[in-house]
């Protein structure tokens, strides 16, 4: 299985990021090929050797005309939909930019429809964006792992005004994602960098096991004082087909109280964070039929599903131990049906097919808006799935 690690010691932008495939082998003729499509004025990547404390690494410049457009997530989609560009790059790469428009709606109270990218609607950012794109299409990884993120502190200049570091929205695309704790004065990650790692990263945590096989340096702009400020992408292959991490499994027993409190405390679990929550009959002391509610979760969120556990069930105590899991390599996969786009996963063990597995929500969305039933939204998102697309 091949594996791509991001070492984020200094944080990550999406300028760093491309510069550090470069290095890794992503032809850089095959980007600027894959961004000039797009029909920007005079785009071109220059890429130059740079030291940063000490170590070398690979630093990218975008140059271009000068602009002042403001563009909409539409704008952008429909410029990646005319650029020559694979189906696959094109879906990553509007996947990446939907998730900085979801963010930018969030904090400006606004909607997908309407908010108004700034600096990640720039060029710059959108040849980065678009890069990674292809990049990450180019290197063909069955599974991206990332070091906790910094973001640095401070305050840094937007052009909604002064803003305390990390920006908000990049804050909100990191919702979810560890953080690493940081006292350098300066924005290590960009909403860029956020929104690249934020869709791209399967898990988040140490270098795996793995055999190296490339490794990549991408420099930021600024040469920090007190470290390195580079991206760092380790290429590598492990020889086990599954992947593998380890989760944390929270369980408690009940035998007084209701279905509907479970019901209910079950589904706040999912909305905060919990991988999986079910419910177990059991028997209790002196034969008192209860109920066993079990929940699967990261490390980060062990406190706050226990919160929520002992607030919503009045429970007097909760068991908690780690597991390890192996898991089928999945990703985040579209597929265009005559209903509309159907959101779903991609799993498969290496030297197999993949399979396509629609997302319950997004077909349930559509039976409702074409009044047709579940059942044949899913067979029409399995029928329109092509492996050979892959």
């Not at 939909?81 to 979801?102: H, M, S, Y």
């Not at 570091?165 to 990191?174: K, S």
């Not at 499994?249 to 905060?272: F, P, Q, R, Y």
């Not at 066993?292 to 929520?308: H, N, P």
Request: charged share 20%; net charge negative.
């Amino acid at each position: 299985m091949k594996i791509a690690y991001l070492d984020c010691p200094s944080g990550i932008a999406g300028d760093m990021t491309l510069a550090a495939m470069i290095d890794a082998g992503v032809p850089l003729e095959l980007l600027q090929e894959g961004i000039a499509s797009l029909g920007l004025p005079g785009v071109q990547l220059v890429v130059e050797e740079v030291k940063r404390h000490g170590f070398r690494a690979l630093h990218l410049k975008v140059e271009h005309e000068p602009e002042h457009a403001h563009r909409h997530l539409h704008h952008i989609d429909a410029m990646i939909d005319a650029g020559n560009l694979t189906a696959a790059q094109k879906e990553l790469a509007k996947r990446i930019f939907l998730k900085v428009g979801e963010a930018e709606a969030k904090v400006h109270g606004s909607t997908l429809q309407k908010v108004h990218f700034h600096e990640v609607g720039a060029i710059d950012s959108i040849a980065d964006i678009v890069g990674a794109a292809i990049g990450w299409d180019y290197l063909g990884v069955d599974r991206i792992v990332c070091s906790p993120v910094p973001t640095g502190t401070g305050y840094i200049e937007i052009a909604h005004g002064r803003c305390s570091v990390p920006a908000p929205a990049t804050a909100e695309i990191l919702k979810g994602i560890p953080l690493a704790a940081s006292d350098v004065q300066f924005e290590l990650t960009t909403p860029t960098g956020a929104a690249i790692v934020a869709t791209v990263v399967d898990q988040f945590g140490p270098l795996p096991a793995m055999q190296i096989d490339r490794i990549g340096y991408g420099a930021g702009t600024r040469d920090l004082k007190s470290q390195a400020n580079i991206v760092r992408l380790i290429l590598g292959e492990t020889a086990d087909p599954l992947d593998s991490d380890q989760v944390w499994v929270v369980e408690t027993n009940l035998d007084d109280i209701s279905g509907e409190v479970i019901g209910h405390a079950s589904n706040l679990l999912l909305e905060k964070g919990a991988l999986d929550v079910y419910s177990t009959s059991i028997q209790m002391k002196k034969n008192r039929p209860g109920v066993q509610l079990t929940v699967l979760c990261d490390a980060a969120d062990l406190a706050k599903m226990e919160r929520i556990l002992f607030r919503e069930t009045g429970t007097l105590g909760v068991r908690r131990f780690p597991v390890s899991r192996h898991k089928l390599v999945r990703r985040e996969h579209s597929v265009e049906t005559a209903f509309g786009l159907v959101a779903g996963k991609l799993a498969w063990i290496e030297g197999g097919p993949a399979s396509f597995s629609p997302e319950y929500e997004a077909c349930r969305v559509l039976a409702v808006q074409h009044d047709k039933p579940l059942r044949e939204i899913y067979d029409a998102a399995q029928a329109a799935f092509d492996p050979n697309s892959l």
